[in-house]
Structures are given as C-alpha cells and as structure tokens.
C-alpha cells in the first residue's frame, strides 16, 4: 500500500498547490448541511397548502432503534416455537450495523442486495445470508451481467414473485432475521427451499404485528420507544393555530394510536384532527373502493350505519380513499401528505391523485452528518479527480501513462470503497452507490416532493415558505467549475497539455 502511495506520489510531483483535495472544493460546496433542513424535489409553496395529512408510525411517531432487537428477538423464537425451525437461530442477535433501508431480495437465489436506479447491482453489495458473494458469482447468477430487469419480477409496490423491496424501517428487523435463518442453514448444510424460508420470516414478522406485541412494548414504555414527541405537538399546534386543517390515515389500530397520541399531544389530540382513520390497509386504501368507512365508538366497538360525512373528534376505520375525497372535497396539490413508505403512503397520491407528497426519512440526519465529515469531503474531492483524470488519460497509451493510469484506478476504487464503509460496511449509502443513485432514491424523487428526517424540520420555516429545489445539472450540464476540477486545475508533468483537452 505505501509503495502504491509513493509511486501515486512521485506521479504527482509537481502539480500545483490547489491541486491538493482540501482546495479542490469551491467554498460554496464547502457549507455544511444542515440534517434539519427540509429537502425539496420539486417546487412547492406551503402558502397553497390548506390540508396537511399524515400517516402516524415513524411520521408522527418516531421510534427509537430499541424496538428493533425487540422485533427481531420475538420473530426469531416464533419461527423457532411455531414454525419448528432449528434451535440452533436463537443464538443469533440482531446486528443494527448489518442492513439499510432500500434493499432487495432476490427469494430463488436468498441474495440480499443494492440496486442502482438504473436496475445495477453494485457490486461488492450481495450477500448470501451473513456472508457476501463474490461480485464474479453475482454476475454469472444472472447471466453475465449486473444488470436485473426488476419490471419481470417485482410489482409496482416493490412486491413480486421473485423479488422484494425492503422499503420501511420495520424492515431492518426482517432483513437481518432473514440472512441470519439464511445463515443457519447453509452453515450447518441444511438443505431449505428458499421460497418457504422467505415466506416463513416475512410470516414471522408479521405476527410480531399481528399478534399486537409491538403494540405492547411501545406501550408499556412510550418514554423510551417514542422519540420526539414535544415536537410532533408543537407542529401540529402551530399548523392548526395558522388555520390548517388536519387529518390522519394510518394502518395502526385506534387503541395504540390513541394512547400514543395521548403521550405525545395529551387528551384532546383529536380536536387537533379535522379526520382520523385507523386500519385504513394501506395501500389498498389507496385503490380499492369497495372497502365503506366505518365508525368505532370510545371502546372501540365498530357502528353499522353508513358513513355520508366524516366528522371531527370521530374515529373512523378502514374506508377508502375514493369515498374520502368525495366526502371531503379535499383534492390536488392544495393537500399536502407525509409518510415514511414511499410505497404504500405517497406513490398512489402523488401519481393518481395529485396530492403533495412529504417523506420522512430518519436516516437523513445521520447520512448527513456523515457527509459534513472532513473524511467524506476529502474522499469525494478526490475520487471525482480522479475520475476526471482518468477520463482524459485514456487518450495516452505510452507505457509511463498507462503505468500511472493503472494506480490511480486503483485508488479510486479503493476510495469507494472507503467511503461506501462510512455509511455502512456491508451496504453503503442508501442514497447512493458508488456514484449512480440507488433504487430508493430514485423512488424517493419520484414520489415526494419533500423530504426530511422527522416532522419536525417543519418547525424551521414559516407556514408560507416556498421550497426551491436547485437545479441540479445534468452531465452536459456540469458546471465551470466541475470541469476545471477535473482538468484545467490539474497538471502532469507527463501530459502538460491535458488542460487543453475539451
């Protein structure tokens, strides 16, 4: 390694001072990001914004990362009680470090892995249960190429017979039981049949839910399980104090919802809410119109009679979005609507119906943090030199050029690597790969026009701020400076007039 760092060095002698990476940067690209700032997609003025919408898990409620182990533990020994599997899997514990957001999962092959959004895997990001599968073994898997066409085998809801989207963040339990079981299996030689392994742990997952344990955990101790709280009631008061009108849509039941609104807002939430729907089964809610609203009592107990206008402070259940617009008048982009899925809370409304969509991605605020490091700034800097140098040193093919051209693909290769390990070591980003956006950031600008790490990055701007996204260029776009990053700053001894190269 420092005899590839002397030689990278010795190449470079004689490049200029503002060659250096910590001077690469323009100072406008220097300023820090701010993780609770409000992200924009697409141009939106909240001044025309009347109606504000929400879904309540992970939007109204954020959780802490406790709750994982929780639902990973529970799942773990129901698989094991219920479904037979080996007693070997209870001694697995769930890893926080292991998985991200954004993943798919292909069921024939039990490959866990990052796509690209132009349908990549990127390599080096496949794993078969804990261990990961060589990037020549991944290509020959499909075909001798990287390349999955996901519109054979998964839906739009990033369901299909062959592979899954992991879009939630209750998903991050279920990946990592998921590879664990995988694990097991292969460690110990046992023979599995990949579709039921699948379809036993997304099983055993679900009754975690189904069953109400995470219901339980939450509320024997919403101090420690819910996060932010205070701030989720001082937005919603100040929305509805600048005359907003609210509603919300969740797939929770009314009792848990109600007593962690009641943590959070206290008594009266429901004065706060001009509509509230419970076990609304999103997304069906979304496109199923046969389901009919129904109203549940303080008990709980469901009425038969039919629904022909949806009153405040009552609580409503399932229903479906087609009856709710009728009944409300609330349509276009004068309704604004934040969830944590992009799947089953915002895709059908923005596409179908016109709503204005907010996405509430926690893991913002870490990324971000990560990208303000000195480290991350100074290994883009200089991978995106490299890059540049790389495009233009192609044309060279003399020995001492190819030489060079060599060692410095290697280093951009092992800064990748480097700074895909900041974010997560086995996964990276979940915005991005190497360079390309990730599926889940595709999905992300295509289904949100805002995003943010909590709720509570509203409290930052004025009911009547405006959301600018900047423009962000396209490769015959690439700005002045971008260009002089990668060739007019930067000379070499052995090709002095590579910065006339356009």
């Not at 002698?13 to 993780?35: I, K, M």
């Not at 990037?135 to 075909?143: F, N, P």
């Not at 991050?172 to 046992?190: K, Q, R, T, W, Y």
């Not at 990053?485 to 052995?494: E, I, N, W």
């Amino acid at each position: 390694m420092r005899d590839r760092e002397r030689g990278i060095s010795s190449a470079l002698q004689g490049l200029p001072a503002s060659s250096d990476p910590a001077h690469l940067l323009p100072p406008e690209v220097c300023s820090l990001l701010n993780p609770a700032a409000i992200y924009a997609n697409n141009e939106i003025s909240l001044r025309d914004v009347e109606i504000y919408g929400f879904d309540y898990d992970y939007t109204l409620a954020q959780y802490a990362d406790a709750l994982h182990p929780e639902i990973f533990n529970a799942a773990r020994d129901i698989l094991v009680e219920h479904y037979k599997y080996p007693e070997g899997i209870r001694k697995y514990d769930y890893n926080p470090s292991f998985a991200i957001r954004g993943l798919h999962y292909d069921i024939q092959k039990s490959l866990l892995m990052k796509i690209d959004a132009f349908h990549y895997v990127q390599l080096g990001t496949a794993y078969r249960g804990l261990q990961p599968v060589p990037d020549e073994e991944v290509i020959d898997l499909y075909g001798g190429t990287q390349h999955i066409p996901l519109y054979q085998m998964s839906g739009f809801y990033g369901k299909g017979p062959s592979i899954k989207q992991f879009m939630d963040i209750f998903s991050l339990p279920e990946m990592a039981l998921l590879s664990c079981v995988v694990d097991h299996f292969l460690g110990h030689g046992l023979e599995f049949d990949q579709a039921h392994l699948y379809k036993d742990v997304t099983d055993a997952i679900r009754d975690v839910h189904v069953k109400g344990l995470m219901y339980q955990w939450i509320e024997r101790d919403m101090e420690k399980y819910i996060l932010r709280g205070d701030e989720t009631f001082a937005v919603l008061s100040r929305l509805v104090d600048h005359g907003k009108q609210l509603f919300l849509i969740t797939n929770s039941p009314f009792s848990f919802v109600d007593k962690g609104m009641r943590h959070m807002v206290g008594p009266d939430w429901r004065q706060l809410f001009d509509v509230v729907i419970v076990q609304a089964d999103k997304p069906s809610f979304f496109t199923d119109r046969r389901k009919p609203f129904r109203k549940l009592d303080e008990k709980g107990s469901l009425h038969w009679d039919r629904i022909t206008r949806l009153e405040k402070g009552k609580i409503y259940r399932q229903g479906n979005l087609f009856d709710f617009l009728r009944l409300t008048e609330w349509r276009g982009p004068r309704v604004l609507y934040f969830g944590d899925h992009l799947y089953s809370d915002l895709a059908d409304l923005m596409l179908r119906h016109g709503w204005r969509t907010g996405a509430i991605i926690p893991e913002l605020e870490r990324e971000i943090r990560i990208i303000n490091t000195e480290q991350y700034m100074h290994s883009l800097t200089w991978q995106q030199a490299l890059t540049g140098l790389l495009e233009r040193m192609q044309t060279y093919q003399d020995a001492e050029s190819q030489q060079v051209l060599a060692a410095w693909m290697k280093e951009r290769q092992e800064l990748r690597y480097i700074t895909k390990a900041l974010f997560n070591a086995q996964f990276g980003s979940i915005f991005r790969t190497f360079h390309n956006p990730t599926y889940f950031s595709r999905r992300l600008v295509r289904f949100s026009d805002l995003y943010m790490a909590s709720l509570s990055c509203l409290l930052n701007y004025r009911v009547d701020f405006t959301f600018y996204p900047r423009r962000t260029p396209l490769q015959h776009e690439a700005p002045l400076w971008m260009d002089q990053l990668c060739t007019g700053c930067m000379k070499t001894p052995f090709l002095g007039d590579m910065a006339h190269i356009r």
